[in-house]
């Protein structure tokens, strides 16, 4: 697990890496200044406040339930004020209706059909809270299955939709995950190039400002690559909080262990 001074210096690195990326885009990118969101999934609030300590404002989480948990934590409110919580998980209505109460609440990245902008706007209405909600449009650039997101064919209806149907929604970019693992050696992440003329196809369809549009795109193996393709918004985690145990898929649950210690079948306690 990273210590103080690791996330510290590793901030720092990414840091540094970010702004030279920045500076090898092309002279006449239209853009905004890339925002590192520091992925914090699975840490402890400690490593939040120490990154926080660092400057970082932006945080993102991917589980509705540890964001809610960890932006009402009482360290977190107390050393954190003007701390910036991204959600950039599964949109799953329940859960993401919690977030939205959330005072430090910045962003919902992974928005994906109308409904979901249709429920996100009603939601926010109601809630009478100031301003409007921020909001990013999440495209499946790489048209697995398993990743979420609007088919890139359809970016454009829906970012139209939020921007004449959802008075109480911010539109601010696109936001790709991609695939996993990709080998830059072999030249520019195919999905970042999707995600890069699928902003323009939405940009001239709608004609938007194109240095108002972000795109969030790149994560901790590839960020700065990503900036160098057009990302605002780069999300890093295990880069700064070291890396996550993998999900403890083989372990039994506890009720199917009980369970066989009561049938007899549990071999090792026999
Ligand atoms: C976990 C996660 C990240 C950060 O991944 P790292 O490889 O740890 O940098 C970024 N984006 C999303 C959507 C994630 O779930």
Same mark, same amino acid.
């Given at each position: 697990?990273?210590?103080?001074?690791?996330?510290?210096?590793?901030?720092?690195?990414?840091?540094?890496?970010? &702004?030279?990326?920045?500076?090898?885009?092309?002279?006449?990118?239209?853009?905004?200044?890339?925002?590192?969101?520091?992925?914090?999934?699975? +840490?402890?609030? *400690?490593? /939040? /406040?120490?990154?926080?300590?660092? =400057? /970082?404002?932006?945080?993102?989480?991917?589980?509705?339930? &540890?964001?809610?948990? +960890?932006?009402?934590?009482?360290?977190? #409110?107390?050393?954190?004020? *003007?701390?910036?919580?991204?959600?950039?998980?599964?949109?799953?209505?329940?859960?993401?209706?919690?977030?939205?109460?959330?005072?430090?609440?910045?962003?919902?990245?992974? #928005?994906?059909?109308?409904?979901?902008?249709?429920?996100?706007?009603?939601?926010?209405?109601?809630? %009478?809270?100031? =301003?409007?909600?921020?909001?990013?449009?999440?495209?499946? %650039?790489?048209?697995?299955?398993?990743?979420?997101?609007?088919?890139? &064919?359809?970016?454009? *209806?829906?970012?139209?939709?939020?921007? &004449?149907?959802?008075?109480?929604?911010?539109?601010?970019?696109?936001?790709?995950?991609?695939?996993?693992?990709? *080998?830059?050696?072999?030249?520019?992440?195919?999905?970042? #190039? !999707?995600?890069?003329?699928?902003?323009?196809?939405?940009?001239?369809?709608?004609?938007?400002?194109?240095?108002?549009?972000?795109?969030?795109? =790149?994560?901790?193996?590839?960020?700065?690559?990503?900036?160098?393709?057009?990302?605002?918004?780069? !999300?890093?985690?295990? /880069?700064?909080?070291?890396?996550?145990?993998?999900?403890?898929?083989?372990?039994?649950?506890?009720?199917?262990?009980?369970?066989?210690?009561?049938?007899?079948?549990?071999?090792?306690?026999?």
């Amino acid at each position: 697990m990273a210590g103080k001074n690791e996330i510290s210096s590793a901030i720092k690195v990414v840091r540094e890496k970010i &702004e030279a990326a920045t500076k090898r885009r092309p002279d006449n990118f239209p853009g905004i200044e890339p925002t590192l969101v520091a992925v914090s999934k699975t +840490k402890p609030v *400690d490593m /939040i /406040i120490e990154a926080y300590s660092c =400057g /970082i404002r932006h945080f993102g989480e991917n589980y509705a339930n &540890e964001l809610l948990e +960890k932006a009402q934590d009482s360290q977190v #409110l107390e050393n954190c004020k *003007d701390i910036r919580w991204h959600y950039i998980g599964q949109f799953q209505t329940k859960n993401i209706r919690k977030l939205l109460g959330l005072q430090n609440l910045h962003m919902i990245e992974t #928005l994906q059909s109308e409904k979901n902008a249709t429920f996100l706007n009603s939601t926010w209405e109601r809630l %009478t809270k100031p =301003g409007k909600l921020q909001v990013m449009v999440q495209v499946n %650039t790489s048209g697995e299955d398993n990743k979420n997101g609007c088919p890139p &064919e359809n970016a454009s *209806d829906l970012v139209k939709f939020v921007l &004449e149907k959802c008075p109480h929604l911010q539109f601010c970019g696109l936001m790709t995950i991609g695939a996993y693992g990709y *080998d830059t050696s072999k030249g520019p992440n195919p999905d970042f #190039l !999707r995600l890069v003329s699928c902003k323009e196809l939405v940009v001239s369809n709608l004609g938007l400002d194109s240095s108002q549009m972000g795109l969030s795109m =790149g994560m901790s193996t590839d960020y700065e690559h990503a900036i160098e393709l057009g990302s605002t918004n780069v !999300r890093v985690g295990s /880069i700064i909080f070291g890396a996550r145990e993998p999900p403890k898929k083989n372990v039994l649950p506890v009720s199917t262990v009980e369970n066989q210690v009561v049938q007899g079948t549990f071999k090792r306690l026999q």
